[in-house]
Nanobody
Framework: QVQLVESGGGLVQAGGSLRLSCAASGTIFSINTMAWYRQAPGKQRDLVAQITSGDNIQYAGAVKGRFTISRDNAKNTVYLQMDSLKPEDTAVYYC????????????????WGQGTQVTVSA
């Protein structure tokens, strides 16, 4: 069983910064991609940023230049540094571990964290 635990959310004023962390625990052999998604009330869950084990990175257009994703493979942890926050960044942020194996040659599975609330006031 793999568990993801996010932390670092909270309330911040527009223009401020927050740093989210997500630690994966359990029996883990490898995680191909770690990603952050977000879901605002009444909206679908959208990709914010993702990073592969080889450090290939993608960002959503709305956050490019303001958010930075990074990971520590040894700790199975992914981070999201969020700067110049805007009210429209307000959402629940979810961590996802994609194409995760619990053993060599095992099946790929995806896992989600429980989410952390980020609220940006105007």
């Amino acid at each position: 069983q793999v568990q993801l635990v996010e932390s670092g959310g909270g309330l911040v004023q527009a223009g401020g910064s927050l740093r989210l962390s997500c630690a994966a625990s359990g029996t883990i052999f490898s995680i191909n991609t770690m990603a952050w998604y977000r879901q605002a009330p009444g909206k679908q869950r959208d990709l914010v940023a993702q990073i592969t084990s080889g450090d290939n990175i993608q960002y959503a257009g709305a956050v490019k230049g303001r958010f930075t994703i990074s990971r520590d493979n040894a700790k199975n942890t992914v981070y999201l540094q969020m700067d110049s926050l805007k009210p429209e960044d307000t959402a629940v942020y979810y961590c996802k571990a994609e194409r995760t194996r619990i053993k060599f040659g095992g099946l790929w599975n995806d896992y989600w964290g429980q989410g952390t609330q980020v609220t940006v006031s105007a």
